[in-house]
């Protein structure tokens, strides 16, 4: 159970609607920063979450199951969710917070970046002519374009949530009008467990199937291949035998990934463990964390890893939102092209016991974790919370 921010002095008790497609914790990086809010939420306020699929349960917070009658296409089911939560939350409720692309919700929190990024990002010319006549003929890229903007049109009280700094120049880039209604909250962790000890790595490492001795590097993701397993996998060859990866995330990706580790001859050395709904054993049982992601908003498994005393390698900040605040060589080791294997071979090299930097790395890494608690980023959400419940209120 999460620690909760304490009572405090007398605050308004607000009536709180979340909207998530997915409440679960082995979803993503997106779901689990929903969870941890409302869990530190839940004693100050009453949360309401609506979700289509609902794995949690916690002291104080209600849950409604939103139908979901035609999951694909997804493009379908995304308008269906936001009319949906529409008609259930458009009364009743104080705030209306969409980690979803919705066009209602005083709060809206931005996990990835804009589709109209992706679209027309250094597009000119003939190019954005063509790439605007792929939009106009084609329903799902207008529904999800129409929900965006929708999404970020300014409106009394609007409050928009950005993850990361680098995510932020981005809104103010494509949504310029959005620049005075952002706001800043990253992901935190709970506590800072700390390196584990020989006995906890051992006992982890019994209750995962992993081998006792060797080098474990741990990766962690549901999209293998956009988190940089292919790279990883590429490195492990130039790693000595006793060196081993831990795989955790979307089990339905493992199939897909199985004929690369064959063709590379690692069948014994890399372990799919699928999705965990705890991560702490894998945590537990790891040298470090590699995470040579080819995009990342944030990136909160780095973060979680670091304040179990992991050395991480991650990506550079133009990959990685969370290496905008790290200093390479002091709290992460940083690569610059997370595509590059033979980088990221001498890279873990370099982490791996029994390596100084490495533990210069862990020591570091528990310090700015400490920095990243949630209990603070909560305190700055129900702060984000009073702020746009007191502009919203019937005058």
């Not at 909760?4 to 689990?32: D, H, Y």
């Not at 799919?272 to 990342?296: I, K, M």
């Amino acid at each position: 159970m999460a620690k909760q921010i304490g009572s405090g002095p007398a605050l308004p008790r607000l009536r709180i609607a979340v909207l998530n497609r997915l409440f679960k914790p082995t979803g993503g990086g997106a779901e689990r920063y929903s969870i941890a809010l409302v869990e530190q939420l839940a004693a100050r306020h009453d949360i309401h979450v609506f979700a289509q699929q609902i794995e949690h349960q916690f002291p104080g917070v209600s849950y409604h199951r939103v139908s979901a009658p035609c999951t694909r296409p997804r493009w379908i089911n995304q308008l269906w969710f936001a009319l949906a939560t529409w008609w259930l939350t458009r009364r009743g409720f104080d705030v209306v917070h969409s980690h979803e692309n919705t066009w209602h919700g005083q709060v809206q929190t931005v996990h990835v970046v804009p589709l109209k990024y992706n679209l027309f990002r250094g597009r000119t010319g003939l190019a954005w002519a063509l790439r605007c006549l792929k939009v106009v003929t084609s329903p799902r890229l207008l529904v999800y374009l129409g929900l965006e903007w929708a999404r970020y049109r300014p409106t009394l009280g609007k409050c928009i949530v950005v993850t990361a700094p680098g995510l932020r120049s981005v809104m103010e880039q494509h949504y310029p009008a959005t620049r005075s209604a952002l706001a800043l909250v990253t992901p935190g962790v709970s506590d800072v467990p700390g390196a584990a000890s020989q006995a906890q790595k051992a006992a982890a490492r019994q209750q995962l199937g992993l081998p006792q001795s060797g080098h474990c590097i741990l990766f962690v993701g549901n999209d293998y291949r956009k988190k940089g397993l292919p790279a990883l996998l590429h490195a492990l060859q130039r790693l000595a035998a006793e060196s081993f990866v831990a795989v955790v995330g979307n089990a339905a990706q493992i199939d897909a990934f199985r004929p690369l580790v064959q063709e590379l001859g690692l069948q014994d050395r890399v372990y799919f463990l699928g999705a965990l709904h705890d991560v702490t054993p894998a945590y537990r049982a790891a040298d470090c964390l590699a995470h040579p992601t080819l995009e990342d908003t944030f990136g909160m498994v780095v973060l979680e890893a670091m304040a179990h005393g992991l050395p991480v390698v991650v990506s550079a900040v133009q990959f990685c939102g969370i290496t905008d605040f790290l200093t390479h060589g002091m709290d992460a080791y940083v690569l610059d092209d997370p595509r590059d294997a033979v980088g990221l071979a001498q890279a873990l090299l370099a982490v791996l016991p029994p390596s100084a930097l490495g533990a210069s790395l862990s020591l570091a890494a528990q310090a700015f974790a400490r920095d990243h608690l949630w209990s603070a980023q909560a305190r700055a959400q129900q702060a984000l919370y009073l702020r746009v419940a007191a502009q919203c209120a019937p005058r």
